[in-house]
């Protein structure tokens, strides 16, 4: 079956630090690749996406790119800043042209200390 | 905010009792997903429905049941409540079935106490 692998967390950077978040996937179909972020007391908000192989995704400085030789789909920010700190997931989704379930990750907390 | 409403917020009952949760989805959006959170588990996908059509089946238990109405809004009935359905159940939305671009768009969930 489908399944999303994140690197174990928490994790917790100074601000203006770099970031990489590990996620690596298997799926049985040609999947589309997500980020998705969970502030403190708040819902999933999509972070960014890519639909096919080489793709990058980008927002609020954030990106990740789709290699399909490595099946990976890494988180990076070049520097964060303590409205970061969030749950972040990687999730994907194969489409069959009947339905659009995601899958998760377990997700990881990233906390940014000022 | 996504567009997407779920009540109640919180939901705190006992155990073997029964109850529904309910979301509305952003405006013009056909499709409802209900997700599961909870900690040993993770996100856990349970159920699609399609404009009052089930897509699409997850790890959904038998004591769980859904549907999506006429007007759209989903309901999620959870009976025979256990401890371990104690969780953070959230709905989401999107404008079709499925396709790359069909962006699911999350509400604030129901956080369920099983007491």
């Known amino acids: 079956g489908d399944s999303v692998t994140q690197m174990e967390g928490p994790v917790t950077l100074s601000e203006e630090a770099f970031l990489t978040i590990n996620c690596t996937y298997t799926a049985t179909g040609y999947p589309s690749l997500f980020w998705y972020v969970q502030y403190p007391g708040e819902g999933l908000q999509l972070l960014l996406k890519a639909t096919k192989a080489d793709d990058k995704g980008s927002n609020k400085g954030f990106e990740a790119t789709y290699r399909k030789e490595t099946t990976s789909f890494h988180l990076e920010k070049g520097s964060v800043q303590v409205s970061d700190s969030a749950v972040y997931f990687c999730a994907l989704s194969v489409y069959t042209g009947a339905n659009s379930k995601l899958t998760f990750g377990k997700g990881i907390t990233l906390s940014v200390r000022p | 905010d996504s567009g997407v409403t779920q009540t109640p917020k919180h939901l705190i009952t006992a155990t073997g009792q029964r109850v529904t949760l309910r979301c509305s989805p952003r405006?013009?959006?056909?499709?409802v997903y209900w997700y599961q959170q909870s900690l040993d588990q993770g996100l856990q996908f349970l159920i699609q429905y399609y404009n009052g059509e089930e897509r699409a089946k997850g790890n959904i238990l038998e004591r769980f049941s859904a549907q999506q109405f006429p007007d759209l809004h989903s309901e999620l009935n959870l009976s025979s409540l256990e401890l371990g359905d104690s969780a953070l159940y959230f709905c989401?939305?999107?404008?079709?079935?499925?396709?790359?671009?069909?962006?699911?768009?999350f509400g604030p969930g129901t956080r369920l106490t099983v007491l």
């Open positions: 405006s013009g959006d056909l499709s």
């Open positions: 989401a939305s999107s404008v079709g079935p499925s396709g790359g671009d069909n962006e699911q768009f």
